[in-house]
């Protein structure tokens, strides 16, 4: 029996660490060499994907979500494992 593929990329998950990482959609952008656009879209389908908000977003910060806190821990574990197996 094969697992369906998740609903969500490596990819989107490393924006995720990197945002909370800089609290600054704009400065995770700039760490992951992408346009801002591009990773608040990619975010949101993050987002949509789990079906729970992970950042509260205001014009002048950004402050993850308690579930949004549990989802980054989780993602950080997932991008070190896929790093070790890489390796």
Known sequence: ???S???FSLRQLQYAV???DTLS???AA????VSQPSLSAQIA????A???PIFERTHHRVLLTAAGREIVERARVVL???EELIH
Do not use: K, N, W, Y
Not at 30 to 33: D, I, N, Q
Not at 45 to 48: Q, S
């Open 1 to 3: 029996m094969t697992a």
């Open 5 to 7: 593929p998740p609903p």
């Open 18 to 20: 990197a945002v909370a």
């Open 25 to 27: 959609f704009s400065r």
């Open 30 to 33: 700039e760490r992951c060499h």
């Open 45 to 48: 389908e993050l987002e949509g």
């Open 50 to 52: 789990l079906d729970v």
């Open 80 to 82: 070190r494992d896929v």
